[in-house]
């Protein structure tokens, strides 16, 4: 079983930058893909971007428009998401979570962290 923790949230004006960790204990992050998404009070859950842990690959939700990268270190076993140009609508609890396939559907994900809140004001 994977435990997920993730770290770096915080208050942030518009315009600034944050860098959400997610890392793993129990066991390592290989086999798994990692996705993170965001869900705002009263809204659904929503993607915004996964990177499998073997060879990288990266995919982002269309909101992100180049703004947030994914990125994982293998020696710390941990997924970071940089998150730049901050906008008040990217106010958020943010969750990390891991999943077999690379996956934007949030019910295929099979282990989730606690979230991260994400606040941006204007």
């Known amino acids: 079983q994977v435990q997920l923790v993730e770290s770096g949230g915080g208050l942030v004006q518009a315009g600034g930058s944050l860098r959400l960790s997610c890392a793993a204990s129990g066991r390592t992050f290989t086999g798994y893909n990692i996705g993170w998404f965001r869900q705002a009070p009263g809204k659904e859950r929503e993607f915004v971007a996964a990177i499998r842990w073997s060879g990288g690959i990266s995919y982002y939700g269309d909101f992100v428009k180049g703004r947030f990268t994914i990125s994982k270190d293998d020696a710390k076993n941990t997924v970071y998401l940089q998150m730049n140009r901050l906008k008040p609508e990217d106010t958020a609890v943010y969750y990390c979570?891991?999943?077999?396939?690379?996956?934007?559907?949030?019910?295929?994900?099979?282990?989730w962290g606690q979230g991260t809140q994400v606040t941006v004001s204007s």
């Open positions: 979570a891991a999943a077999p396939r690379m996956e934007v559907q949030a019910a295929l994900y099979d282990y």
